[in-house]
């Protein structure tokens, strides 16, 4: 998916469903990506916010199937990976999954519906 085809997929803040991810991304999300945030600011953002889980960066494909409940995976520029992204956000493990373009965010908490947001950066 190149950049356009994303940008007219990815919505804002308006007509989010889920609650969680609203907040997260008004508090969090919406800031990275207007450059408030450094990304060492977003990985801190995220490891108070969610205390109870582990915040793990990859590059590349990995076997997530070891992977325990309560981790968020944080994969850069998913879309330059296409496959290995596809593969790991359709995963039956991953619960949520974050896309904003340059930056993937893949939830495994059990709590949360199986869903996928396509988020852009809120004027």
């Known amino acids: ?5 994303f940008y007219f997929k990815a919505q804002t803040a308006h007509g989010l469903h889920s ?3 609203y907040t997260l991304y008004c508090e969090v999300l919406n800031p990275y990506l207007k450059r408030e ?3 060492s600011q977003l990985k801190e953002a995220l490891t108070h916010r969610y205390a109870d889980c582990n915040i793990v960066e990859i590059q590349s ?3 997530i199937t070891k ?3 309560n981790t968020i995976l944080l ?5 330059s990976q296409e496959k290995v992204w596809n593969e790991l956000h359709s995963n039956e493990s991953v619960i949520q999954t974050v896309d904003l373009f ?3 965010l893949l939830f495994f908490k059990p709590v949360c519906p199986k869903q996928h947001f396509y ?4 004027a």
Do not use: C, V
């Open 1 to 5: 998916m190149n950049r356009l085809q």
């Open 19 to 21: 609650p969680s991810i």
């Open 61 to 63: 494909y990995m076997d």
């Open 119 to 122: 988020l852009r950066k809120m």
């Open 67 to 69: 992977i325990p409940q």
């Open 102 to 104: 340059d930056l993937g």
């Open 75 to 79: 994969f850069e520029k998913p879309h």
């Open 37 to 39: 945030l450094t990304y």
